[in-house]
T-cell receptor, first 114, second 116 residues
C-alpha cells in the first residue's frame, strides 16, 4: 500500500537555527498538509497546500514557517529560526484525489530544539 | 470555527471486553466527515474509521463501529473484543466537506489501556 514518507524521523537543532523537514506524499495525491503535535497535546493543523500554493494556514503558521514543493515528489516545511516551543512531532499528510475526504499521515519527524 | 471535544482523557478495558470512547463536536455545517484515528506509542496516525455526515447508517470496520448522532453532534467509537494491540491514544477528528482539502480538527484524545 502506498504511504507518505517523512525524513528525518528525529532532528535535533539549536535554537535560532533553520530546519527543513521533508515529506514525500503519495504520488497521485493533490492536497498536502503539515500538522504538529506537542508532546501530550492534540494534533494541530499548520498548513495545507494545493496546486503549488498555500490553500489554508492556521494562526500557528507565522512568518517563520514556509512550505515548498521543490519538485514533483517532495514537500518541505522550513522553520527559519527555531524556538524552544517549536519542539514537537511534525506530521505530513496527503489527500486522495477522488473524494479528498481521507488523509494519509506519514510517521512524523520529532523535532527537538535545544 | 469547528471544535471537537473528547471528555475522557483515559479509559481502560479488559481484554476481550467492549469499550466506548466518546466524542462531541460543534459545527454549523451540514456536510462533513468524522474520523477516529489511533496513535500507538510509535506516534504514527492510523485511520480507524470514518463517517460521512449525510449517511444515517453507522460505519463499521471489523471490531470497530461508531454511534453517530447528528442532531446531538455526538460520534462515539465502540471497540468490541478488545485486544492488547488496541492500546493507544485515540483521536476524534472533524473535516468539512463544504470546502475542498479542508483541515482536520482534532479532539484532545483518549488514552486507552487494555488490561490482560
Amino acid at each position: 500500500e502506498p504511504e507518505v514518507t517523512q525524513t528525518p524521523s528525529h532532528q535535533v537543532t539549536q535554537m535560532g537555527q533553520e530546519v527543513i523537514l521533508r515529506c514525500v506524499p503519495i504520488s497521485n495525491h493533490l492536497y498536502f498538509y503539515w500538522y504538529r503535535q506537542i508532546l501530550g497535546q492534540k494534533v494541530e493543523f499548520l498548513v495545507s497546500f494545493y496546486n503549488n500554493e498555500i490553500s489554508e494556514k492556521s494562526e500557528i503558521f507565522d512568518d517563520q514557517f514556509s512550505v515548498e514543493r521543490p519538485d514533483g515528489s517532495n514537500f518541505t516545511l522550513k522553520i527559519r529560526s527555531t524556538k524552544l516551543e517549536d519542539s514537537a512531532m511534525y506530521f505530513c499528510a496527503s489527500s486522495e484525489p477522488i473524494t479528498l475526504e481521507k488523509l494519509f499521515f506519514g510517521s512524523g519527524t520529532q523535532l527537538s530544539v535545544l | 470555527a469547528q471544535t471537537v471535544t473528547q471528555s475522557q482523557p483515559e479509559m481502560s478495558v479488559q481484554e476481550a471486553e467492549t469499550v466506548t470512547l466518546s466524542c462531541t463536536y460543534d459545527t454549523s455545517e451540514s456536510d462533513y466527515y468524522l474520523f477516529w484515528y489511533k496513535q500507538p506509542p510509535s506516534r504514527q496516525m492510523i485511520l480507524v474509521i470514518r463517517q460521512e455526515a449525510y449517511k444515517q447508517q453507522n460505519a463499521t470496520e471489523n471490531r470497530f463501529s461508531v454511534n453517530f448522532q447528528k442532531a446531538a453532534k455526538s460520534f462515539s467509537l465502540k471497540i468490541s473484543d478488545s485486544q492488547l494491540g488496541d492500546a493507544a491514544m485515540y483521536f476524534c477528528a472533524y473535516r468539512s466537506a463544504e470546502t475542498s482539502g479542508s483541515r482536520l480538527t482534532f479532539g484532545e484524545g483518549t488514552q486507552l489501556t487494555v488490561n490482560p
